[in-house]
């Protein structure tokens, strides 16, 4: 990329390097048996990979956000599990505190975090509340001089082994969106119970649980920000993991061409290697201009957000292209593998499998599309006025 600095290339480098040295080898394992890799995170915090962009006072690495999407798509490219719970817990897991939290909640949370010495997990969702975040059903009622809280999230990743859990309840229930408050929970408060795993069809290394609060205390020192802020909070909060979700879907796409090469130069049919085939280099010809195009979309929403500029919605673009074009890099390489690409002795098939979950985590291709449809017609209506 012309604008990557040395720094950036010294990042991709060193992830790489240590992707495909204790990544790689366990990524089929543990999407075979659903096991969460625990010392594969314990590494990675050793290393400085779970706080990249955050400063180096509140125990990050102080590097910038494009570091840190780069850093997700080199996971990513030799496992979408570890790329998942990578980004939930950097973006979901951290961005929270960093961005809301008192000097107080950073030293006692953020630091663990940042380093890996505990999870991040982000309560959102709901059995009955995905898209649409007005529909939230969890309850937070005052009692004297703290909070009570009662619900269940769906989906969260990370939930059955991170140390602290961001959570949104409503606060003021006759005030919909504007009536949400987030609060910190530590793992083994009372009140806190962890559900089943979901039996996913990607990404089954990363851990996905549902989440439960019942008569959960909460006191006031651990309100995240201020009270009835809480979707305004994790509106920008998902802004950001539109990024780091790109660039998860940009590592998949990344993988899935280079399988797809190698396998065209070792296949041979009718006496020669496949890549000979003008349909073969046609199918790679279009995974790799549009791998590059989504890149430059995700590395250009990272780049505005690390100059402080409005970048929501060109992450909403970055995600959706980038989610979109690894879907079809992962289904055109099983195309080129043939019937091989349709079991699991090629990882092809795994790619594709991880490739959806870009596709509906942080924000559906359907809610960005109705994102950036509105960003057009208000600047549209702009020069009407």
Not at 1 to 17: I, N, Q, S, Y
Not at 113 to 139: K, V
Not at 196 to 215: A, H, I, P, Q
Request: charged residues 25%.
């Amino acid at each position: 990329m012309f604008f990557l600095t040395e720094e950036h290339r010294m990042m991709r480098r060193m992830v790489r390097e240590f992707s495909e040295k204790e990544i790689a080898p366990k990524s089929a394992e543990i999407d075979r048996t659903c096991e969460f890799p625990v010392d594969t995170f314990r590494k990675m915090g050793e290393l400085g990979l779970l706080g990249i962009p955050y400063p180096e006072e509140w125990g990050g690495a102080g590097a910038d956000y494009l570091s840190y999407a780069i850093a997700v798509e080199e996971v990513a490219r030799v496992c979408g599990s570890t790329a998942l719970s990578m980004a939930a817990h950097t973006t979901l897991g951290c961005g929270p505190i960093h961005h809301f939290g008192t000097d107080a909640q950073k030293e006692k949370f953020l630091r663990p975090l940042t380093s890996g010495e505990m999870l991040g997990a982000y309560g959102l969702t709901e059995p009955n509340s995905g898209s649409d975040a007005g529909g939230m059903q969890t309850r937070a009622v005052r009692n004297g001089t703290s909070w009570v809280l009662n619900g269940q999230k769906a989906w969260m990743t990370n939930g059955g082994y991170a140390g602290l859990y961001t959570v949104t309840a409503l606060t003021d229930p006759d005030q919909k969106t504007n009536g949400i408050t987030a609060f910190l929970i530590e793992k083994g408060h009372p009140g806190v119970e962890i559900g089943s795993e979901y039996d996913k069809l990607g990404c089954r290394g990363s851990n996905t649980v549902e989440f439960y609060v019942t008569d959960c205390p909460v006191e006031d020192s651990m309100v995240l920000g201020e009270v009835n802020r809480g979707f305004h909070q994790f509106m920008e909060i998902l802004n950001m993991g539109r990024i780091s979700i790109g660039a998860m879907a940009l590592g998949l796409a990344q993988a899935a061409l280079e399988q797809a090469a190698k396998y065209s130069l070792e296949r041979e049919q009718f006496g020669r290697p496949i890549g000979n085939f003008q349909a073969i280099r046609f199918m790679l010809a279009d995974m790799a201009t549009e791998i590059e195009a989504a890149r430059l979309l995700v590395y250009q929403a990272a780049v505005l957000k690390d100059r402080g500029e409005p970048f929501a919605v060109q992450a909403s673009k970055a995600k959706l292209f980038a989610s979109e074009a690894a879907h079809r890099a992962c289904h055109k390489a099983i195309q080129i593998h043939g019937g091989y690409g349709y079991s699991k002795e090629f990882p092809v098939e795994r790619y594709m499998r991880d490739a959806k979950l870009t596709e509906i985590g942080e924000g559906t291709s359907e809610v960005q599309r109705m994102i950036i449809g509105k960003s057009i017609l208000e600047e549209v209506a702009k020069t009407m006025e």
